[in-house]
């Protein structure tokens, strides 16, 4: 009674539901027979994604000695054109049964084709020209690993076609497409995608913002002052990054003053931490104050690098009038509630008032999470009970 399932499958495979045709597919393609071929192909161009998926994987079930040269023409031919088809699945499908047919392309338009289906779209953006409109396509596909991958390959071609389709992947809902279509046009120094990354930095994706950023950044432009400047308050901790590294390169001194200096007090400490790097590069002595009080910072990399700066800029910083008048500061971290506070505060004021005790200052270094080591044991007493 196998005749009669047959007869039944090859019905459902015209049935409306969807479900039910790639049902009858499935189960026609179990027993590899080329007499259903044709229904195969015929299915190849059928509205719904799934079905056209179980047609292509069902082609490739067939054995190619069991198909006539008829069959094997009809194949090729319709394999080609699904191709470029918009379903990544259902094109790789038919590339991969394309390949194991030992078909090759006789054309660019079908090398290209081939390529994108298998997800090398930088090598189809090595064939050149004919690769351009087939990747541009790919920019407005429904899956976000094919639109970054086009961002990618069309970046390659080094062509002026390319520069605004790019910039409208900048608005892409995905954050890693939208990245990479910034860094893709990172370089390009025209007027619109300038405007357009400037515009970026004030996207709400934090990555966005630190592409373009990193992008403008490059540029050395002074021009770009104010807008670095602005970027000193964005929320995220690796954009204030590149804008102080951007501004510490344009060497103003105000900047340095007004606008670096509040910055020792940001809840990021890598900020912190850079912050006071570049102040101690600037060998300022005005910034003597404020580094002396980042020697009691909560986090040990801003002590050190503070350690650092001080000494970049003045050797014997803790003889400096600047030194003198951290002392009441210093003396009211010595109330404070947290005992590394207390202790690294005391070690500073030591070394300034000249009766430094080296353990007290070499406790400015100790990390938050460590404890002073306990005293030892007088020698007259047992060291347990």
């Known amino acids: 009674m196998k005749w009669l399932k047959t007869l039944r499958l090859k019905s459902d495979v015209k049935s409306k539901d969807p479900a039910v045709r790639r049902r009858a597919i499935e189960q026609l393609a179990v027993s590899a027979k080329p007499e259903f071929v044709e229904l195969f192909v015929t299915n190849l161009g059928d509205k719904d994604i799934d079905v056209r998926y179980a047609a292509a994987e069902a082609i490739g079930k067939i054995k190619r000695e069991s198909l006539s040269k008829q069959q094997q023409a009809l194949v090729t031919q319709a394999l080609v054109r699904t ?60 899956g976000t690993q094919q639109r970054r991958a086009a961002v990618e390959a069309l970046v390659k071609m080094n062509d002026p076609r390319t520069v605004w389709p790019l910039l409208t992947a900048m608005n892409d809902p995905d954050s890693t497409v939208k990245v990479s279509a910034i860094r893709a046009l990172g370089k390009n120094t025209s007027n619109d995608v300038a405007a357009a990354l400037l515009k970026m930095l004030w996207d709400p994706d934090p990555h966005a913002r630190l592409a373009a950023a990193e992008a403008l950044a490059e540029r050395e432009d002074p021009d770009l002052m104010q807008h670095f400047v602005e970027l000193l308050a964005d929320a995220n901790f690796e954009v204030k990054l590149v804008a102080i590294r951007f501004l510490s390169r344009l060497n103003i001194p105000i900047l340095f003053d007004q606008q670096m200096v509040p910055l020792l007090s940001d809840p990021d400490s890598d900020v912190r931490r850079t912050v006071i790097q570049v102040l101690g590069t600037s060998r300022n002595s005005a910034f003597i104050g404020p580094l002396i009080m980042a020697l ?13 700066a001080l000494e970049l800029i003045n050797p014997k910083w803790a003889l400096s009038e600047a030194a003198k008048q951290t002392v009441p500061a210093l003396e009211k971290a010595v109330e404070n509630s947290r005992p590394w506070v207390r202790v690294a505060a005391a070690g500073v004021l030591g070394r300034i008032r000249g009766n430094e005790d080296a353990n007290a200052w070499k406790a400015v270094m100790v990390p938050i999470e460590e404890k002073p080591p306990s005293p030892p044991p007088p020698a007259n007493k047992p060291a347990g009970p």
């Open 83 to 142: 191709l470029k088809d918009r379903q990544v699945d259902v094109r790789l499908s038919a590339a991969t049964t394309l390949k194991r047919l030992g078909w090759a392309p006789s054309s660019d338009d079908q090398a290209v084709a081939f390529e994108i289906a298998f997800g090398n779209l930088q090598d189809a953006a090595k064939l050149g020209e004919v690769a351009l409109e087939p990747l541009l396509a790919e920019l407005s596909h429904f």
């Open 296 to 308: 009691v910072d909560e986090e040990r990399p801003v002590r050190e690098a503070a350690t650092v």
